[in-house]
T-cell receptor, first 111, second 113 residues
Framework: SQKIEQNSEALNIQEGKTATLTCNYT??????LQWYRQDPGRGPVFLLL?????KEKRKERLKVTFDTTLKQSLFHITASQPADSATYLC??????????FGTGTSLTVIP | DAGITQSPRHKVTETGTPVTLRCHQT?????MYWYRQDPGHGLRLIHY???????DKGEVSDGYSVSRSKTEDFLLTLESATSSQTSVYFC????????????FGSGTQLSVL
């Protein structure tokens, strides 16, 4: 079965720095990869999607890369702010609309 | 939360009792999903539906059943609840082909004692 791993459970960075989160997967060939944000007590919220034929996607301070050879996605938050503190989840999906999630990385941005 | 309502929001029940969780959407989206979220495991897909009366199993479907008799409602049933089913349950919806985003409800905290 597919396995999706996200880097260390918790990541602490200083405000203003760039946060980089990693998502690695095995035994899967996704049609696309997504990143979600989850705040405590809430459901995940969609942030970005990148397809298998795309290398990079940007949205405001967010950037996602996708390397299907390495089976890895990197998620960057530039000029991080305390309000960016949350858990970030990566999700893989095939063309059958089934979505599989990683365990998440908890990000804390320290003022 | 994108027109998704989960009920109840919290439930405490005893081992062996049946439990039904409800997900109601007002978006007329084709796809509906049930996930459970546990520490160390992340979100795991239980069952999903790709239309009225069309459902399929996810990666952790044992002990769970679902039904979708109307576009707007997706029910998750634990026939005989066990302590291992204590979890936070999330419903999600998606329009389907051409729009691959998932929209999540606020979750149901279920405790099986």
């Amino acid at each position: 079965s597919q396995k999706i791993e996200q880097n260390s459970e918790a990541l602490n960075i200083q405000e203003g720095k760039t946060a980089t989160l990693t998502c690695n997967y095995t035994n899967y060939s996704p049609a696309y990869l997504q990143w979600y944000r989850q705040d405590p007590g809430r459901g995940p919220v969609f942030l970005l999607l990148i397809r298998e034929n795309e290398k990079e996607k940007r949205k405001e301070r967010l950037k996602v890369t996708f390397d299907t050879t390495l089976k890895q996605s990197l998620f960057h938050i530039t000029a991080s702010q305390p309000a960016d503190s949350a858990t970030y989840l990566c999700a893989l999906a095939n063309t059958g609309n089934q979505f599989y999630f990683g365990t998440g990385t908890s990000l804390t941005v320290i003022p | 939360d994108a027109g998704i309502t989960q009920s109840p929001r919290h439930k405490v029940t005893e081992t062996g009792t049946p439990v039904t969780l409800r997900c109601h959407q007002t978006e007329n989206h084709r796809y509906m999903y049930w996930y459970r979220q546990d520490p160390g495991h992340g979100l795991r897909l239980i069952h999903y539906s790709y239309g009225v009366k069309d459902t399929d199993k996810g990666e952790v479907s044992d002990g769970y059943s679902v039904s979708r008799s109307k576009t707007e409602d997706f029910l998750l049933t634990l026939e005989s609840a066990t302590s291992s089913q204590t979890s936070v349950y999330f419903c999600a919806i998606s329009p389907g082909q051409g729009s691959e985003k998932l929209f999540f409800g606020s979750g149901t905290q279920l405790s099986v004692l």
